[in-house]
């Protein structure tokens, strides 16, 4: 079992929908992660939150809108999506530090109709 | 800047056999090293790291990794491998002066374990 918990696992979604997919993590971590990962692919660092606060973006399109409303939760709002986004979205948590493991969820897989 | 090199696709190997996973890395100063699994529709998970201290470091499910500085490797290794070992096995790296938050990801090494 994961110490992080994302939902929705599945979504399905048109190019002019708004959604978003929801993480959660209760470990006391202080830096939470949104990764997009596509198949048989190295994860690719889309933000960090450290302290509640975006510390990276990683030159993300604007249709990808983060938000962190506490230390627990991790949203990720998503708008006008493209095709080529639908993905596996992982969230991550760390206790900070370059010495910390990331923890990671099992992810939202996103398709784009 | 650091980069990490993970030098097979995929990796064969009979159940029982030993298994060894290869990753190679370059960072400038003493790196922050990890191992993550991922099995099929599940996220990643951490296996172990090397920050500091013994070349060889013990992780999770009787997985072991040894930390050659000379050789700027940090392969990871199972004395006998099973069925339920084969999915992608991604190694990491952070450097001592990278922010953090970022880890550079090697391209996964997927391994395949037959009975």
Request: charged share 15%.
């Amino acid at each position: 079992d994961t110490e992080v918990t994302q939902t929705p696992k599945h979504l399905v979604m048109g190019m002019t929908n708004k959604k978003s997919l929801k993480c959660e993590q209760h470990m006391g971590h202080r830096a939470m992660y949104w990764y997009k990962q596509k198949a048989k692919k190295p994860p690719e660092l889309m933000f960090v939150y450290s302290y509640e606060k975006l510390s990276i973006n990683e030159s993300v399109p604007s249709r990808f809108s983060p938000e962190c409303p506490n230390s627990s939760l991790l949203n990720l709002h998503l708008h006008a999506l493209q095709p080529e986004d639908s993905a596996l979205y992982l969230c991550a948590s760390s206790g900070g530090g370059p010495n910390q493991p990331q923890h990671f969820g099992d992810g939202t897989r996103l398709s784009i109709l | 800047a650091q980069s990490v090199a993970q030098p097979e696709d995929q990796v064969n190997v009979a159940e029982g056999n030993p298994l060894t996973v290869k990753c190679t890395y370059s960072v400038s100063g003493n790196p922050y090293l990890f191992w993550y699994v991922q099995y099929p529709n599940r996220g990643l998970q951490f296996l172990l790291k090397y920050i500091t201290g013994d070349n060889l470091v013990k992780g999770s499910y009787g997985f072991e990794a040894e930390f050659n500085k000379s050789q700027t490797s940090f392969h990871l290794k199972k004395p006998s491998a099973l069925v339920s070992d084969s999915a992608l096995y991604f190694c990491a790296v952070r450097g001592p002066t990278d922010s953090w938050g970022k880890l550079q990801f090697g391209s996964g090494t997927q391994v395949v374990v037959t009975p």
